[in-house]
């Protein structure tokens, strides 16, 4: 019998060779990397003027809300680096605290686009703030989502990998948006959904097919990004009172 027979006798998963096994290997890893760069590459635009040295100080809240998204990143490239050496042990014992830090992110990123709608609004005068005000509270919805789905199948590698790949690249809007090119022309969504759609490559490469989660997945979020897209952009007026009872503006 042949080793490859006697894995799929066994049920174990069949090894990949060649490019499309370094594909099938480092994909997680470095697509961590590469949602790290990203991130880096965005804020390193602002953050000085709108964070370590403003014009007029920031809440305080502002630097809790950058401290939760910073190490997330750093966690998805931590437990991407302990998958990829197959400790599995260690990914799933820090995945308690990759569990509750994704919890707290939910509320903090509301509450902080709230306050730093306010503030926008009423300190810094920027126009369209309310509306935009759609955008952070879509970002975790949308997060929030996927992220619980992941949780809930973490015991189903195939499922919670993607799920938590697709999680992580929904906050790469606050990253891109920070690029006045693609800010102004509200490209964001695209962006990050250009990075998630390296996953579907890697499917079509690895596997021949697409998995389930983005078959189901990339659809809704398209309609959803679109329409918040347009509800901002827009201005429209339904969103804009809510916003404004929101704010408390």
Known sequence: ?????????????????????LIDKYFYFAMSLLIAAIVVSGFRLTV????????????????????????WV??????????RTH??????????FGAALGTVMVPLGITTS??????DTTAEHI?????????????????GIFFTLAILWRRKPELHRRLLFIATCGLLDAAFGRFDYLYFHGLFFPCLDGV?????LRDVLVNRRVHKVYVA?????????????????????????????????
């Not at 019998?1 to 490019?19: H, K, L």
């Not at 000085?48 to 305080?60: E, F, T, Y």
């Not at 990339?218 to 918040?228: E, G, I, K, S, W």
Request: cysteine-free; overall charge positive.
């Open 1 to 21: 019998m042949s080793s490859i027979s006697q894995s799929v006798a066994a049920g174990r998963p069949i090894a990949i060779t060649g490019p499309k096994g």
């Open 48 to 71: 000085n003027a709108n964070l370590l040295h403003p014009s007029i100080p920031r809440p305080l809240i502002l630097w809790f809300h950058a401290a939760a998204f910073t190490s």
């Open 74 to 83: 750093g966690f998805f490239i931590f437990q991407s680096a302990l998958v």
């Open 87 to 96: 400790n599995v042990k260690g990914h799933r014992f820090f995945g308690w």
């Open 114 to 119: 709230i306050v730093m709608g306010r503030f």
């Open 127 to 143: 126009p369209g703030s309310d509306a935009f005000l759609i955008v952070p509270f879509y970002d975790m919805l949308a997060f």
């Open 196 to 200: 998630i759609l390296l996953g579907v």
């Open 217 to 249: 997945a990339l659809p809704a979020l398209f309609v959803v990004q679109a329409f918040v897209t347009y509800t901002w952009m827009s201005t429209s007026a339904w969103w804009v009172r809510i916003a404004h009872s929101i704010l408390g503006v």
